[in-house]
Nanobody
Framework: QVQLVESGGGLVQPGGSLRLSCVASGRVLGLYTMGWYRQAPGKQRALVAD???????NYADSVKGRFTISRNNAKKSVHLQMNSLKPEDTAVYYCSARGPVSVTPDYWGQGTQVTVSS
């Protein structure tokens, strides 16, 4: 089994920044793609960004140019730097991980709340 533990959520004003972190433990071999999803009240969970083991990134159109995903394979961690935050970025953010043949996440973190409000 794999455990994913997120940190870094909180309350920030519009235009501000937050950095989310996620550390994996357990059977982490083969965690090819790690990423972040978010779920706002009344909406479905949606991909924010993901990154492969080799560093190829993928972003939702709504966050391109504002968010940056990165990972440290040695530390089994993935990070999401969020800049120029908007109220519509408010959601619970979930860390995810999947193996090389999976098309959807195999593992999820517990989620961390991000609230963008003045």
């Amino acid at each position: 089994q794999v455990q994913l533990v997120e940190s870094g959520g909180g309350l920030v004003q519009p235009g501000g920044s937050l950095r989310l972190s996620c550390v994996a433990s357990g059977r982490v071999l083969g965690l090819y793609t790690m990423g972040w999803y978010r779920q706002a009240p009344g909406k479905q969970r949606a991909l924010v960004a993901d990154i492969t083991y080799s560093g190829t990134t993928n972003y939702a159109d709504s966050v391109k140019g504002r968010f940056t995903i990165s990972r440290n394979n040695a530390k089994k961690s993935v990070h999401l730097q969020m800049n120029s935050l908007k109220p519509e970025d408010t959601a619970v953010y979930y860390c995810s991980a999947r193996g090389p043949v999976s098309v959807t996440p195999d593992y999820w973190g517990q989620g961390t709340q991000v609230t963008v409000s003045s």
